[in-house]
């Protein structure tokens, strides 16, 4: 039986940014912790625009996936024990479904579970510029427990590549669930 301090689920929602997500599970992979990952119809269309990687090779990153229709899957239970969840890039769409408990999808449910069971569930909002609707929403989901951590760049550990900038954010959704990391420097002071 698996280490389910070591488990952690993966959301990829629609949203512009997917490579985050498979940035993260690349970093869940290299430190060995398992990655139960459920990846919308929409972010594997974007897998396509927005990047060079083929959906087979984030299948693979992946420990173990599940079809986002299938509603049964381990991680829509929270008798199935996990570490908690990111929803990595999260859509407003998903953030949505999240802050109402509209389980639509096993993304949403997963998100729920989490929530329900007291898990750190991490929301990796990627929406710019946001109006009031979507301001509530993250309040609403920040009020049921969930953290939300937008992709924002940091600057101090002086990032040469986009991959740089990516990895700051993979390690503060890290940082969230205490797995110790060397993505990026931290900041030491002056």
Same mark, same amino acid.
């Not at 389910?4 to 912790?33: H, N």
């Not at 390690?171 to 669930?177: A, E, I, P, R, Y």
């Given at each position: 039986?698996? #280490?389910?301090? @070591?488990?952690?689920?993966?959301? *990829?929602?629609?949203?512009?940014?997917?490579?985050?997500?498979?940035?993260?599970? @690349?970093?869940?992979?290299?430190?060995?912790?398992?990655?139960?990952?459920?990846?919308?119809?929409?972010?594997?269309?974007? /897998?396509?625009?927005?990047?060079?990687?083929?959906? +087979?090779?984030?299948?693979? &990153? %992946?420990?173990?996936?599940?079809?986002?229709? #299938?509603?049964?899957?381990? !991680?829509?239970?929270?008798? /199935? !024990?996990?570490?908690?969840?990111?929803? *990595?890039?999260?859509? *407003?769409?998903?953030?949505?479904?999240? %802050? &109402?408990?509209?389980?639509?999808?096993?993304?949403?449910?997963?998100?729920?579970? &989490?929530?329900?069971?007291?898990?750190?569930?991490?929301?990796?909002?990627?929406?710019?510029?946001?109006? =009031?609707?979507?301001? =509530?929403?993250?309040?609403?989901?920040?009020?049921?427990? %969930?953290? *939300?951590?937008?992709?924002?760049?940091?600057?101090?550990? @002086?990032? +040469? &590549?986009?991959?740089?900038?990516?990895?700051?954010?993979?390690? @503060?959704?890290?940082?969230? /669930?205490? !797995?110790?990391?060397?993505?990026?420097?931290?900041?030491?002071?002056?």
């Amino acid at each position: 039986m698996a #280490d389910p301090s @070591k488990r952690l689920v993966v959301g *990829i929602s629609g949203a512009t940014g997917v490579i985050y997500g498979l940035e993260m599970l @690349k970093a869940l992979q290299d430190l060995g912790y398992e990655s139960h990952v459920v990846i919308t119809e929409q972010a594997r269309h974007n /897998f396509l625009l927005e990047t060079n990687h083929s959906l +087979k090779e984030v299948e693979r &990153t %992946a420990s173990q996936l599940y079809d986002d229709h #299938d509603l049964a899957a381990p !991680i829509s239970s929270g008798s /199935f !024990i996990t570490r908690g969840m990111v929803v *990595i890039p999260c859509s *407003i769409k998903s953030l949505s479904g999240i %802050a &109402t408990s509209y389980g639509a999808n096993l993304l949403v449910r997963a998100a729920d579970v &989490t929530l329900k069971e007291r898990r750190p569930l991490v929301l990796v909002v990627r929406e710019t510029p946001l109006h =009031q609707g979507h301001l =509530q929403l993250m309040l609403d989901a920040a009020s049921q427990g %969930a953290i *939300i951590l937008p992709p924002v760049p940091a600057f101090y550990h @002086k990032p +040469k &590549t986009i991959t740089d900038l990516i990895h700051h954010t993979v390690g @503060k959704v890290l940082d969230c /669930f205490q !797995i110790p990391h060397e993505l990026s420097r931290r900041w030491g002071g002056v």
